[in-house]
C-alpha cells in the first residue's frame, strides 16, 4: 500500500474523533501542488535545457539523477508562494498539540502530592494505566505518521524541482525546535510505555512494541522503529560526563544532559536549577543560548533508568545529592560573607 493511501486511512480510521482536535499535515493537498509544479516545469522544458548549458560546469548538478527531467529552480513561483510557508504552520500546530496532550498525559502518570493520591485511588475502580496506554499510542502513532507524511513531501519537492530546498526546510525545523522525532516528548513517551510494561509484567507490551532500549551497549540508547521499518536512535550518553544520563533533562535545542552536568555548563549550583541560568548560556553542544530557562524534566527517562540500572543509579544519586550540600554550604557561606561585608 502506498502512503498516501495509508495516511488517508489512518486519517479517516478509529482515530478520527482524536484527529478532529488536532492539526495534521494537509499531504494530498500539498503532493497535488506539486504535481501542478511539475506540469508546468515539463512546459517550459525547452527554457530550463538553455540553463542547464550555462551550468555544465557545476559538477553537484551534473551528478543529480533525473536532472534533465524537471525544471531546475532553486525557487518555483508555482508552488513557493504557499508551500513551505503552509508547511511550517502545519507542522507547528502539530508539534503543539503533541507536545501539549504529551504533557499532560505524561504529568498523569507522575503525578505527587493529592493528585497522586486521587488517581491511585481511582485505580481501585478503573483501569486508569490501560486507558494511559491507549491514548500513548494514538499520539505515537500521530506523530509518526505526519513526520513521516513530511519527510515524504519534502522528498517530492526535492525531486520535482531538483533542488536542496526540503533538506534546508528540515534544518529549519530542527532550528525551530519543531522537528517531530526530536521531540523529548516523544522519548519521554517511550519511557513510558517501556515503564507501565516492565511494572505489569507485560501486559502492555503490545503498545511499546515500537520503543526498545539497550542500556547494556557501549552506547546507551532508546530506539523508536516506524512503520516503514526505519529505526531512529536516540543516545543516552551525557556529552559532559560521558555516561548514562542520570536526573535528565532535554534543554530546548533537544539534547539530553544530567542534571548536574547542564547546571556546571550553565554555571549555576544544582539546587537552584536550570532556570536560573542566564540567557547568554550556551548548550555544549550546538553552542546555541537561551536553551536552558524552559528545559524539560525527564521524569519518565530517570524511572526507567531506575529500575533497569538499579545499582548504578544509587551510586549517582549519593553522589549527587554530596554534590548538592557541597555547593549549597558554598553558596551559603559567600551570601552571608557579602552580607556582613568580608
Given at each position: 500500500m502506498k502512503f498516501g493511501e495509508a495516511f488517508r486511512e489512518y486519517l479517516h480510521g478509529d482515530q478520527e474523533k482524536f484527529l478532529e482536535k488536532c492539526s495534521h499535515v494537509e499531504y494530498k493537498r500539498?503532493?497535488?501542488v506539486l504535481k501542478r509544479c511539475r506540469r508546468s516545469s515539463l512546459g517550459s522544458q525547452e527554457v530550463c535545457r538553455?540553463?542547464?548549458?550555462?551550468?555544465e560546469e557545476d559538477r553537484d548538478q551534473e551528478s543529480r539523477p533525473g536532472f534533465n527531467q524537471f525544471c531546475q529552480c532553486q525557487s518555483c513561483p508555482v508552488c513557493d508562494q504557499m508551500f513551505f510557508s503552509e508547511?511550517?504552520?502545519?507542522?507547528?500546530?502539530?508539534?503543539g498539540c503533541f507536545n501539549t496532550k504529551a504533557r499532560r498525559l505524561l504529568h498523569l502518570h507522575?503525578?505527587?502530592?493529592?493528585?497522586?493520591?486521587?488517581?491511585?485511588?481511582?485505580?481501585c475502580f478503573r483501569d486508569d494505566k490501560l486507558a494511559m496506554a491507549e491514548e500513548g499510542?494514538?499520539?505515537m502513532e500521530y506523530v509518526t505518521m505526519n513526520a513521516i507524511a513530511i519527510r515524504k513531501i519534502l522528498k517530492k519537492y526535492d525531486k520535482v524541482h531538483s533542488s536542496v530546498n526540503g533538506n534546508v526546510f528540515k534544518s529549519k525545523m530542527r532550528a525551530e525546535h519543531i522537528e517531530l522525532l526530536q521531540s523529548p516528548w516523544l522519548i519521554e513517551l517511550g519511557a513510558l510505555f517501556l515503564n507501565i510494561n516492565g511494572l505489569d509484567g507485560g501486559r502492555f507490551s503490545e503498545f511499546c512494541g515500537n520503543f526498545s532500549c539497550d542500556l547494556d551497549a557501549s552506547e546507551p540508547v532508546m530506539r523508536l522503529t516506524l512503520p516503514n521499518s526505519v529505526a531512529i536512535d536516540y543516545s543516552l550518553t551525557c556529552a559532559i560526563c560521558l555516561d548514562t544520563v542520570f536526573n535528565p533533562y532535554a534543554l530546548s535545542c533537544g539534547h539530553l544532559f544530567c542534571k548536574s552536568c547542564a547546571c556546571s555548563a550553565a554555571f549555576v549550583?544544582?539546587?537552584l536549577g536550570l532556570k536560573e541560568a542566564t540567557p547568554d548560556s550556551k548548550c555544549s553542544i550546538c553552542r546555541e543560548a537561551g536553551v536552558y530557562q524552559n528545559a524539560v524534566h525527564m521524569m519518565e527517562l530517570d524511572l526507567l533508568l531506575k529500575q533497569r540500572c538499579k545499582e548504578n543509579w544509587k551510586e549517582r544519586m549519593v553522589a549527587e545529592r554530596a554534590l548538592i550540600v557541597k555547593q549549597t554550604k558554598e553558596y551559603w557561606d559567600m551570601q552571608t560573607k557579602y552580607a556582613i561585608g568580608y
Open positions: 500539498l503532493k497535488k538553455d540553463s542547464l548549458e550555462e551550468q508547511l511550517m504552520k502545519e507542522v507547528s500546530d502539530i508539534a507522575v503525578a505527587k502530592g493529592m493528585q497522586g493520591y486521587v488517581l491511585w485511588f481511582r485505580q499510542r494514538m499520539l549550583p544544582i539546587f
